[in-house]
């Protein structure tokens, strides 16, 4: 079935390091590929999504690039600030399906 | 433009008890979604709703029903709890595309609060 294998944290970075959280996903068909972020004490915020293969999403200085041959969705920062700080979801939504398969989520923490 | 709304925010329960949540979708929504969150888990898909009837659901036992009202808004119940029932509850709406009634794999689920269910 289809399903999201998510880097395992949590991840501390200083203010302004490159984030890289990887991604891989394994689904039949074309699935749509989703990063969601959550606050604490919030719901699920969609940060960026990508339809189709070679699709770059990007938001708020976040970029993901659907890669088909590699089934990767890995998101990128290039200067991350405190207030990221957050646990990122990513998430993908299949073919024949009306559900969404989450993964188990990154801890991030940017410290000053 | 109010967003996905649920209530209550927190909800304290004893084991055998039951209880009711409610969700609201983004206004221009049709589609509601129920997911459970453990603690440091994931969501995890417990069903939808479209035009009132469950049109999909995962990997939860009948204890967990729904249902949907002609306004779109939409209740989970869960009967019986057991302590690992605790967990934050999230609602997502979205619409589907086109005439097909399916929901397209293209379309983004939008996230409601949640409801934070405490089971002692």
């Known amino acids: 079935g289809d399903s999201v294998t998510q880097m395992e944290g949590p991840v501390t970075l200083s203010e302004e390091a490159f984030l890289t959280i990887n991604c891989t996903y394994t689904?039949?068909?074309?699935?749509?590929l989703f990063w969601y972020v959550q606050y604490p004490g919030e719901g699920l915020q969609l940060l960026l999504k990508?339809?189709?293969?070679?699709d770059k999403g990007s938001n708020k200085g976040f970029e993901a690039t659907y890669r088909k041959e590699t089934t990767s969705f890995h998101l990128e920062k290039g200067s991350v600030q405190v207030s990221d700080s957050a646990v990122y979801f990513c998430?993908?939504?299949?073919?024949?399906?009306?559900?969404?398969?989450f993964g188990t989520g990154t801890s991030l923490t940017v410290i000053p | 433009d109010a967003g996905v709304t649920q209530s209550p925010t927190h909800l304290i329960k004893t084991r055998g008890q039951q209880v009711t949540l409610r969700c609201s979708p983004k206004?221009?929504?049709?589609?509601v979604s129920w997911y459970q969150q453990a603690l440091g888990q994931g969501p995890q898909f417990i069903f939808q709703?479209?035009?009132?009837?469950?049109?999909q659901r995962g990997n939860f036992p009948d204890r967990f029903s729904g249902h949907q009202f002609p306004n779109y808004s939409s209740e989970l119940n869960v009967n019986a709890l057991l302590l690992g029932d605790s967990a934050l509850y999230l609602c997502?709406?979205?619409?589907?595309?086109?005439?097909?009634?399916?929901?397209?794999?293209?379309?983004?689920?939008?996230f409601g609060p949640g409801t934070r269910l405490t089971v002692l």
């Open positions: 997502a709406s979205s619409t589907r595309e086109g005439t097909s009634g399916r929901l397209g794999s293209t379309d983004t689920q939008y």
């Open positions: 689904a039949t068909g074309y699935p749509s």
């Open positions: 990508a339809t189709k293969a070679d």
């Open positions: 998430a993908l939504s299949g073919w024949t399906g009306n559900q969404f398969y």
């Open positions: 206004s221009g929504h049709d589609t």
């Open positions: 709703y479209y035009e009132e009837e469950e049109r």
